[in-house]
């Protein structure tokens, strides 16, 4: 990947939020002032069980060097057990991504309610802090960064 | 009475049927009768073109099922979605039975009504590669062959005049030819998943050739062969102990065979260079959706989630239609080999979508098309 010499090579990390849960937390952690890095950019959608890992691939295919599928904790869903239906297929995801060559770092499944802001700040941070040291992702394609 | 269970050995009544199947003739009988008794309305058997080439149909035609007589080992071709919406009769290979239970699963065949022969099965080859190994290998001439049969890990041929040459597969794959690739690390030598397991591994003595080995698998099975020796079409006697553990020592032996070359193919690739692997095979895919349409397991149609993403345009670094697929078959994939079989620039398929669904498929226990299991991937709750 080319990178342009005075600037320095930032992760774009791709999140799916549950309209619920999980949004809700991103804005208790903006509402909170927890410090967070600038590389996430956020997907609303109804309740996690929409993700398909269609749009986990496609946010791969389109650039993303890492994707977050967040949800409400096991047992919260607001239509009654979506999440659970998310970890299904996120098993499969996360193998997938395994034998597809991918770092595991790169995929992650977090449950953040709508009042644990700084659960979300951290989680943000941390895997930032993983793909910065991984670097771009091999699926990035030319010309984006 | 016929009970489920039960192994027998037996062969058709009528001569000319049994002297033009290739050991007893056997299925084409039970086919026949169940065509003739009402049991289905239609029966889905191969038409002969010619010793390496032959079309499924769909035939209510007595005279069709009896022409279709005999084993055929290079018409590589998946018969599942015959069956599809139809009451049907259907003699198949492990693999297609297993296309039509996948079928099922997805609501697409209505099981109850549709009577499934499972064929024991140590491989298929390619007509033209076939022909090719005849003329290199064997020195005969392919317009020369009257049948073929797998045997003691020989594939040995016959000749109109009678003579009989066999070569050892291995041998055979050595050289570059033998059986399809996917064949040989298939672990489904007898169909057990279907209604009865039939072959001619087992039948020894005098029988042997002219008579072939029955398993019962199911309710359906008893139906299928109740109605046949009710209608006077077949005859049968239990299978001796002897034969029973032949036939096990067969299917051994292939099981073996298949896990050397498994062990062959799948050789692990490293963590770094996977993702390189992947990209540079399906850099070569023109999207011709092929792999897709012969597919015995989608059910999707023609707005299927994968061909929305079927565009050259996007220009990713990997087929965003192979990553829907790949998610889509990593549990269900039955590794009959067809995608490979059509894809126009040789892309190895099934091996590639093979090594995802023999991760996950282990990691939940299932094996596709077996039983009629819900797929772990529908599954609601995580197992």
Sequence with gaps: MKMTENKQWEPKIVAFCCNWCSYGGADTAGMGRFQQPASLRIIRVMCSGRIDPLHVFNAFLEGADAVLVTGCHLGDCHYVNGNYKTQVRYDFMEDMIKELGLEPERLHLSWISASEGEKFANFVREVTEQVRKLGPSPLKPEGVN | ?383
């Design chain 2, 1 to 383: 009475m016929i009970e489920v269970g039960d192994k027998v050995i037996g062969y058709s009544t009528d001569p000319g049927v049994r002297n033009k199947g290739a050991s007893g003739g056997l299925v084409t009988a039970i086919l026949a009768a169940a065509l003739e008794k009402g049991l289905v309305e239609e029966v889905v058997v191969l038409k002969h073109i010619n010793e390496y080439e032959a079309i499924p149909i769909i035939t209510s035609d007595v005279e069709d099922v009896l022409a279709s007589a005999g084993s055929m080992h290079t018409v590589p071709v998946n018969l599942a979605k015959y069956a599809v919406g139809k009451n049907v009769a259907m003699p198949g290979k492990p693999c297609d039975i297993r296309g039509v239970i996948e079928q099922a699963k997805r609501n697409e065949v209505n099981i109850d009504n549709t009577y499934l022969i499972g064929l024991n099965c140590g491989g298929t080859m390619y007509p033209v590669q076939t022909q090719e190994m005849l003329i290199n290998m064997y020195d005969i001439d392919p317009e020369d062959v009257k049948g073929e049969n797998i045997e003691k890990g020989n594939l040995i041929f016959r000749t109109k005049s009678g003579e009989e040459k066999g070569i050892s597969i291995d041998e055979l794959e050595e050289a570059g030819y033998g059986r399809r690739v996917s064949c040989r690390y298939c672990d489904v030598k007898i169909p057990v998943n279907a209604d009865l397991a039939c072959g001619n591994w087992g039948v020894i003595g005098e029988l042997s050739g002219n008579a072939t080995f029955c398993e019962v698998m199911n309710e359906k099975g008893v139906r299928l062969l109740e109605n046949a020796i009710d209608a006077g079409y077949i005859e049968i006697e239990p299978a001796s102990e002897k034969a029973i553990a032949i036939r096990e020592k067969v299917n051994n032996v292939m099981l073996s065979m298949g896990e050397k070359w498994s062990e062959k193919i799948f050789t692990e690739i490293p963590d770094g260079e996977r993702t390189q692997y992947y990209m540079e095979q399906f850099a070569d895919c023109i999207n011709c959706g092929a792999c897709k349409e012969v597919c015995p397991v989608c059910t999707c149609g023609e707005d299927s989630k994968c061909t929305m993403y079927h565009n050259l345009e996007d220009n990713y670094r990997m087929s965003m239609f192979h990553m829907v697929r790949l998610m889509h078959l990593s549990d269900s994939c039955i590794g009959c080999g067809q995608c490979t079989d059509v894809c126009p620039v040789d892309i190895p398929l099934t091996t590639i979508f093979r090594r995802f669904a023999d991760k996950s498929q282990k990691k939940y226990n299932y094996k596709a098309g077996m039983t009629l299991e819900r797929p772990p991937f529908l599954e609601v709750m995580p197992r």
